[in-house]
Every structure is written in structure tokens, then in C-alpha cells.
């Protein structure tokens, strides 16, 4: 039997000569969550222009201590006249400073009776002025190559007039179930069989990950059926994904198939759950390489398998490294538990408290206790043969990203 390979071996046999996909255009307001193709450069001053910060007075910080005339009133979009020296401007909040003027007084600083503003002493140049080109500068990279278009980077390329990206093609993904006890919801139940939790699920992690699921079917429980859906599914795909059939069982078809396709790069991590995960490469209708990845089928196996290994794959495939690595956090474990040679990890809810954050752990960590997922904040990283008792410090993946 083949000895267990770490999950650094694995990440990097998985993530080896990743071709990313093609890039496309696409109107921006179709581009959320997409990944852009090419850098991209400023080609306006944001803000265009010097303008205030505040609803108040604009004047040049010279005449601050003393009663002005309020000569002009600037909304925000209203056009605006040089100030005559020694007056100020009523303005709004995103108004345009006029020449002359170099800081704005918030109004609750200012005495106001007929056309006079009595300006306190001491206003210094430049204060509530927002500058030309404060937020982005015209020739600037505005979003480099790689970046996940998420909120703020839609509302910067709004920012600049922009309408349309180069975004990388989301990762052509086929997903597969084993095992001929799983029926899909809506189905009547026979005795032995469950309903297959694994694909919704890894269906909607994939799809928050960037994929776009282009086959979801199941595979029949044997050998020449198991073939015949590995060399379909590779066709016009990124990724190929299956649940199920990778341990050691009669019924565990899918490493003999892929050997027999194409080619089984690793089995069998020394990690919990997801021991016998899968990876390897099937050949599409041109005889390219299409990855694929057996995830064991407990569905805790996949729920973490998801986040370990799809969500970098899926991040490598569209040039994203945002995607590569889960942000980790040190917390105080909550628990006490003694890991064997697999490293561990344990699903746990985190508190943020005056203390730091605490790990609580889910009381049933078995791999096919779904629950255990439900709450879980983070994925606490125990070392192989390594004991930790309440207090001691863990690693913790954080899930609660995009
Ligand atoms: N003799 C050994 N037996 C097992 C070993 C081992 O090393 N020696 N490893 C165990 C570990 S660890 C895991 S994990 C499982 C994984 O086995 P498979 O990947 O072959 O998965 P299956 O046997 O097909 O299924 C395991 C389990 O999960 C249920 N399942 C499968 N698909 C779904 C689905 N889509 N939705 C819900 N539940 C699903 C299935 O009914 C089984 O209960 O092997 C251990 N055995
Ligand atoms: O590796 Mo299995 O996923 O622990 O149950």
C-alpha cells in the first residue's frame, strides 16, 4: 500500500504547469467575482477634482479669525468662480474648491448672521480639501493581473468610466458522484441508501470559487461504466471532480479507471479527513491534460477537501492568487485532543473576545458527521502525533472568506 504523502507534496503535485483559461471581455456589471486577465491602469484622476470634505466654508487659510462674505455657494456638480480675496464660499460636502481657496471650515465651527461667517482662528491650508488624484492618479495601476473583481474593485473601475474587462473564463468544472447507494433529493429511498449531500454542497463551494459547473452526473459502480463517465466528463473541461470509490473497498473503481485513461499522480494523504483523496490527470478529446481530483466520499472529507485543495486549484486555473492560501488566525483551543500520524483538521466555531480568540471544537469530529460543517468558522490545523490541551495555541484556516 502506497505510504501517505503530506498535503504539501499534494498541493504542489496539484498545482504543477496549471494552464489558466482564456480570457474574455465582459460587461463589468456581469464581471463580479470574476478574476481580471490584465492589469489595468487609471486613465482618470479620482477625485477629478480638489473638492471638500465637509458642508461649510471654503476660503484661503490666510483670512481664517476673521468675518467673511460668503460671495458664492458651491453644491457638489455646481460650476465655480475664482474667490474674490478677503470673501469665502458656502460649499457641500463634494463640491469643488474655487481658485483662491485652500481649506474648508466645517460649518459647526462657524457663526453665521446675514451674509457674514465669522471664521475661527487657525485653520490650517489644506484642511477638509480632498486633492485631485488623492484616491487614484491618472497612469496609476488601478487592479493588477489576478485580482478578483469584488466590490470595492467594481466600484473603482466605475470610478474610471470603465464598462468593460478582460476577465479569465471561469474553470470549465464536471462534477461526479459514486456509489450506487446515493439517490438524488426527490428520489423515494430504498433501504441502504442516502441522499447525496456531497453534491450541492461541493456545487456551491465550487461556484464561490469561481467554477462554472458544466456536467454534474453520477457515475454507475463499475469498472467499464466508471471509464466511460471519466473519458465523457474530460471533454471540454477544466477539472474533472469525483466523490467517492478512491479507498480501498471491491466497489472503489475510479483510481483503476483514471490509471487506465490517463494517469494517478497521488493517493492517499496523510491527513484527516480525506485520507484517500485522489489526484491525477485525464486526457480530453485533443489528448490535453484535464486535472482531476477523487475526493473521498464522507462529505466532511469533501467539505474540507473543497477548501484544501479546490479552492487553490480553482484560483491557479483563473491566475487568482487571492484564492491560494485561507487567511489563518492563532486561537486558544478550547479542547484537548491527541492527533495520530494524519494531521488533523478539526472543524471549530471561533469567539473574538477581551481574552484573544478562542477554538471551540465541534464535539463530533467524525468524517461523516456533516454538522460538524455548519458552524464551522475555521478548519484548526493539529500537527500529526501532537497533543493539545485546553489553552495551548492553534492554527486556524479561515472560512468565513469569498
Ligand atoms: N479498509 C479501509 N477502509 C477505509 C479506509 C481505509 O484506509 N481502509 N479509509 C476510510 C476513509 S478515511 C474514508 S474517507 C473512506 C472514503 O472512501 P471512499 O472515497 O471510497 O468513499 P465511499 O466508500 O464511496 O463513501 C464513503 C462514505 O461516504 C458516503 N457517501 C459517498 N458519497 C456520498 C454522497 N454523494 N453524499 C453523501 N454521502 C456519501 C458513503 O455512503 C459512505 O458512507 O473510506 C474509509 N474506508
Ligand atoms: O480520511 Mo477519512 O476522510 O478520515 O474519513
Request: glycine share 10%; with cysteine; net charge negative.
Amino acid at each position: 500500500m502506497a505510504e501517505l504523502q503530506s498535503i504539501d507534496t499534494a498541493l504542489t503535485a496539484l498545482l504543477h504547469n496549471v494552464v489558466i483559461t482564456p480570457a474574455q471581455s465582459l460587461p463589468c456589471d456581469e464581471a463580479a467575482g470574476r478574476v481580471l486577465a490584465q492589469g489595468i491602469e487609471a486613465r482618470l484622476d479620482v477625485p477629478a477634482f480638489d473638492n471638500s470634505a465637509m458642508d461649510g466654508y471654503a476660503l484661503d487659510h490666510r483670512d481664517a479669525g476673521k468675518r467673511l462674505n460668503i460671495a458664492q455657494r458651491i453644491a457638489a456638480g455646481s460650476p465655480v468662480k475664482p474667490l474674490v480675496p478677503g470673501t469665502c464660499a458656502r460649499i457641500f460636502t463634494g463640491g469643488e474648491i474655487p481658485p483662491g481657496a485652500d481649506c474648508v471650515v466645517m460649518q459647526e465651527r462657524v457663526e453665521v448672521e446675514d451674509d457674514l461667517a465669522a471664521i475661527p482662528p487657525d485653520i490650517p491650508a489644506g484642511d477638509n480639501v480632498r486633492r485631485r488624484g488623492r484616491d487614484v492618479a491618472a497612469g496609476d495601476l488601478l487592479l493588477p493581473a489576478g485580482e478578483r473583481l469584488e466590490a470595492a474593485a467594481l466600484g473603482h473601475l466605475a470610478g474610471q468610466g470603465i464598462t468593460e474587462v478582460l476577465v479569465r473564463r471561469r474553470p470549465r468544472v464536471a462534477l461526479l458522484s459514486t456509489g450506487d447507494e446515493i439517490v438524488e433529493p426527490g428520489q423515494p429511498l430504498a433501504a441502504g441508501q442516502i441522499y447525496n449531500s456531497n453534491r450541492p454542497m461541493l456545487r456551491r463551494l465550487l461556484e464561490r470559487f469561481g467554477a462554472e459547473l458544466t456536467l454534474i452526473t453520477s457515475i454507475p459502480d463499475d469498472p467499464e461504466g466508471t471509464r466511460e463517465t471519466l473519458r465523457t466528463a474530460a471533454r471540454g473541461t477544466d477539472l474533472v471532480i469525483s466523490t467517492g470509490g478512491v479507498s480501498v473497498g471491491e466497489e472503489d473503481h475510479v483510481k483503476a479507471a483514471l490509471t487506465s485513461l490517463g494517469q494517478l499522480d497521488l493517493w492517499r494523504l496523510a491527513i484527516r479527513p480525506g485520507k484517500p483523496l485522489a489526484l491525477g490527470r485525464l486526457p480530453d478529446e485533443k489528448g490535453r491534460d484535464v486535472r482531476f481530483v477523487g475526493l473521498p466520499g464522507n462529505p466532511v472529507s469533501c467539505f474540507v477537501g473543497a477548501w484544501l485543495f479546490l479552492r487553490p486549484l480553482l484560483g491557479a486555473l483563473q491566475g487568482c492568487p487571492a484564492l491560494a492560501e485561507l487567511p489563518c488566525l492563532t486561537a486558544q483551543a478550547e479542547f484537548a485532543t491527541q492527533t495520530e500520524p494524519r494531521r488533523h483538521y478539526m472543524r471549530v466555531a471561533l469567539e473574538f473576545g477581551s481574552k484573544g480568540i478562542v477554538a471551540r471544537a465541534f464535539r463530533d469530529q467524525n468524517s461523516g458527521v456533516l454538522s460538524s460543517c455548519i458552524s464551522a468558522d475555521a478548519l484548526a490545523v493539529i500537527p500529526a502525533e501532537t497533543r493539545i490541551e485546553p489553552g495551548d495555541p492553534v492554527d486556524c484556516l479561515w472560512l468565513r472568506v469569498e
